[in-house]
């Protein structure tokens, strides 16, 4: 395994010579790197959209609006267009045989269809 | 996952959908391969001049780079990278791209380079990985100090701040580049694609963008961002995945799921329509995708037929043995039973001629109330000693002569210890006999009754067939529905707040109370079992199997019996109205949504381990034209361009041209179906007198870099480049627009 991945370059260069900071050096050995880039959502609440002009597109500006039009309702389990909701567990179904099936899932189950439409209950 | 599994019946009964050909091969997931070694080129680095870019298109798919002279990207990269310590090397290694897949230990430590669902680069350390890996392959050898070619690169609409400014740190302060620039790729492929006004709609691995253009500028103003794309489909189907198959044995990653995603899904050109029939018995086979994860057969030990014959034999042997067992012990019980009873019925026949005093004395050492209470009690026993005789009780032939018992008649004083014994065993010889007998005479009256009434019935179906039908009829559909109440129950119970479970709560908690609640008028006294009603309430409050009473019927049994009466007479009722019929599992809509159309062998590791795409197929590609079913509150792609076209832009006299160049790029445009699709509904949204031009880039997934190399290599986008002494100068958020580019803020 070795000679294959020095042949195929995958070990990591000490140094390059096109770069002015060397990766070995960003990070000294033994110094625990940590987390220092921040996720999506923390950029976007530095970025602070209240005092961005609102007439110049920024990244959360431009993100479509909700829709306008009623939602069609679907299967849960199945995906057929779903005339009935079953009040117990929220899942919507089309089909009798489909309701029979949903009243005897257990719990855990019934959360997992629900999250495919973001619709669980999420506990923090 | 609870579904039933349904018997699969040899005979063919008419109306049953037969099954299908099993299809010759099914679909098999595989790993994306490691690619191998990709060597250094460095004679285009020589060979060009100093001012010749290198173009990088920085998708969340794959990275692109290559030189703006050339005409296909040289490199084409995952944004992945791993970089681990071997420890048994003791080397440091570092795996870019599709280098990940090399090994196990490469895939488990990979990073992605961008927010997993945006296209917000937030691992600096993998982009940083990333573009040494490309510069090394594109042969910058590092003589220089510093990276010496100019950089062209992508970046999403309407970019961050952050992320603007830290990538161009990146390029000027860590590789010395001397100029760098900034396009939007969709923009990029719709000039490389001769475009100058029209509706820009990118679909790509994180997001969909839709930006007209006019003249060749953006008008950003009414740029819409909708956060779907193929990356998030690939989501959404290990979601339904997971759901639809909990129990699945193995695991899918998420390299599977795009693979099945990419080569399965298509967009349904009536969703609605065709969702409805996708379930459909009728081509099944076509619609429905088996996807064979890998599995063990488990081995099955085969015997031979004498071994088999054997076990049966000892198995029958066994059997017998309990049965003989089971029976003596029923004929035991029955004796004392019967001598139970002759002592009541002996002690019935004293109280009649005894006074009323001793009989009270009588009756108060046996524990009766009064007189009817024994009467009762007699009663009650005869009952079940009756039943009791319908059962077998071991009644093998016996020999036709009568045993005899001589010494029976001896009395005790005339016998010695010997005989005593013998006497004794005679006694209940004799006793067993009887009691046989007897339960023979009883079974004997049962079959004669039975016979009676299979006679009358005969009888009356004859004389009233009709009324007799409609009495067939009502007691099947009373059978049926008491099934269902039975199994209502049962599942109710399974539900800590039905009420069946409440009232079976209160039950238990009265039966334990000391003192427990009168619900019934009555006195103080507690008379519990002075009824025998009283004892029903424990089989209310057992459930599970031991709430299966030998008192229950079997209500099944009774179901079928009905129907072949109603099978054999009624010209009306078919094999087809059958209970069992409705419920096979042919007919079943959720057997062919797990299993398609063939039969399921929960045995088989093979079928455990297969998955089924049908309903899938085009429920995954219509999010992005119905955000709503994944749960996304966002507009679907149409109603964005219609609300761009009919609303923001419905005062701009270029609109009709705009409509007339309606572009599609991006890899989501790769599904079978979308151009169309999307051309419909278009169609239907529009006033029917614009004319409406959609087309498709001709490589909707390489056109982005090859719109950048263009640019690069045109002789005006030089003025649009921003010089490392400019960086130095005006500071790292500083840009230049330019029309294929973002804004500046």
């Known amino acids: 395994m070795e000679s294959e991945i020095v042949r195929a370059e995958m070990l990591l260069a000490p140094t390059m010579g096109f770069k002015k900071v060397q990766t070995a050096d960003k990070y000294p050995k033994g ?32 993100q479509s609006p909700p829709s306008i039009y009623p939602p069609k309702r679907y299967c849960d389990v199945t995906g057929f267009e779903a005339p009935y909701v079953d009040p117990r567990t929220k899942l919507r179904y089309a089909d009798p045989e489909v309701f029979r099936q949903i009243r005897m899932l257990p719990e855990e189950y019934v959360q997992r269809y629900l999250a495919v439409r973001n619709a669980a209950v999420v506990l923090r | 996952m609870v579904y039933r599994i349904y018997d699969i019946k040899s005979e063919t009964v008419s109306g049953r959908n037969t099954p299908p050909e099993r299809p010759a091969q099914a679909y098999h997931v595989s790993e994306p391969p490691y690619e191998g070694y990709h060597a250094v080129e460095q004679s285009a680095y020589r060979n060009t001049a100093p001012d010749s870019a290198i173009v990088i298109d920085n998708g969340s798919y794959n990275i692109r780079a290559g030189w703006q ?45 961008y927010e997993p669902g945006s296209n917000i680069i937030n691992n600096w350390d993998v982009l940083e990985g990333a573009l040494d890996y490309l510069f090394i392959k594109l042969g910058i050898d590092g003589s220089k100090g510093h990276v010496d070619r100019p950089v062209v690169m992508t970046e999403p609409l309407a970019n961050l701040q952050y992320s603007k400014r830290t990538m161009s740190e990146i390029l000027f302060e860590l590789y010395g580049v001397p100029a760098a620039a900034y396009g939007i790729d969709s923009l990029f492929s719709y000039a490389y694609n001769g475009g100058r006004t029209g509706l820009v709609v990118s679909s790509a691995y994180t997001s969909t963008h ?9 008008l950003f103003a009414q740029a819409t961002r909708l956060d779907w794309g193929r990356s998030q489909c690939a989501e959404y189907l290990n979601k339904l995945l997971r759901a639809k198959y909990p129990a699945l044995p193995g695991k ?39 996807v064979q994860l890998p599995f063990t057969e488990k081995e099955v030990v085969q015997k031979t037929e004498e071994e088999l014959a054997r076990a049966a034999e000892k198995r029958k042997e066994s059997g017998r043995r309990l049965q003989e067992q089971a029976a003596k012990m029923r004929l035991e019980k029955l004796i004392r039973k019967e001598q139970e009873l002759e002592y009541y019925k002996d002690l019935q026949q004293k109280l009649a001629t005894a006074t009323k005093k001793d009989a009270r004395t009588m009756l108060e050492a046996e524990d009766f109330n009064d007189e009817s209470h024994l009467e009762r009690k007699i009663k009650d026993m005869e009952r079940s000693i009756r039943k009791q005789r319908n059962k077998d009780v071991g009644d093998i032939d016996e020999p036709e002569e009568v045993p005899t018992y001589p010494l029976l008649d001896i009395p005790d004083e005339e016998l010695d210890e010997e005989g005593l014994k013998q006497k004794r065993q005679q006694r209940l010889m004799k006793s067993n006999h009887d009691a046989r007998t007897r339960a023979k005479a009883e079974k004997e009256r049962e079959k004669a009754r039975v016979a009676e009434e299979e006679r009358l019935d005969n009888e009356r179906r004859e004389n009233d067939t009709e009324g007799w039908l409609q009495e067939r009829r009502i007691a099947r559909q009373n059978m049926i529905q008491r099934i269902k109440e039975r199994d209502r129950l049962k599942a109710d119970l399974g539900n800590r707040k039905s009420l069946a479970s409440q009232i079976r709560m209160k039950n238990i908690a009265n039966l334990a109370s000391d003192n427990p609640k009168k619900r019934r008028r009555g006195g103080d006294d507690d008379t519990f079992g002075a009824d025998d009603a009283d004892w029903g309430i424990y089989r209310q409050i057992a459930t599970g199997d031991q709430s299966d009473d030998e008192e229950e019927e079997d209500l099944g049994a009774n179901l079928k019996n009905i129907e072949a009466q109603l099978l054999k007479y009624d010209p009306t009722f078919t094999e087809q109205s059958t209970q069992e ?16 159309p063939w039969p399921f062998d929960p045995e088989s590791q093979r079928e455990l381990n297969q998955i089924h795409l049908n309903v899938e197929r085009i ?45 599609l790029t991006g890899g989501y445009t790769h599904f079978q179906g979308f151009e169309e699709r999307l051309r419909n509904e278009l169609r239907a949204v529009l006033p029917a007198d614009i004319s409406l031009g959609v087309r498709k880039a001709k490589d909707p997934v390489l056109d982005a870099w090859k719109g950048a190399a263009q640019w690069a290599a045109s002789p005006t986008s030089r003025q649009s480049f921003v010089s490392r002494a400019e960086y130095h100068e005006k500071g790292a958020d500083y840009i230049k627009e330019h029309n294929l580019g973002n804004a500046a803020f």
């Open chain 2, 252 to 290: 899918i990653n998420d390299t599977q799921i795009e693979d099945l995603v990419r080569q399965h899904c298509y967009v349904s050109q009536d969703y609605n329509g065709e969702m409805a029939k996708y379930l459909d018995w009728t081509g099944l086979e076509d619609r429905d995708v088996v």
């Open chain 2, 69 to 113: 002279s050339d005409r296909t990207p040289r490199l084409s990269l995952p944004p992945l990278m791993a970089r681990y310590t071997d420890r048994k090397l003791n080397r440091k290694l570092n795996f870019i791209g599709s280098e990940i897949y090399f090994d196990g230990t490469a895939r488990g430590q990979a990073k992605n380079l």
């Open chain 1, 31 to 62: 110094q625990s790197r940590g987390r220092q880039w921040k996720h999506l959502r923390h950029l976007l609440q530095a970025a602070d959209a209240s005092s961005l002009p609102p007439d110049r597109p920024n990244y959360l500006n431009i």
């Open chain 2, 210 to 218: 839709l930006v007209p253009v006019v003249d060749s500028k953006p």
């Open chain 2, 581 to 596: 019929a409705q419920q096979d599992w042919t007919k079943s809509v959720l057997h062919s949504f797990l299993r398609g």
């Open chain 2, 619 to 663: 429920r995954v590609p219509e999010v992005i034209f119905q955000p709503g079913i994944a749960g996304i509150d966002q507009a679907g792609i149409v109603e964005i361009a219609e609300d761009i076209i009919t609303q923001r832009l419905s005062g701009s006299s270029r609109r009709d041209e705009m409509l007339k160049d309606i572009f």
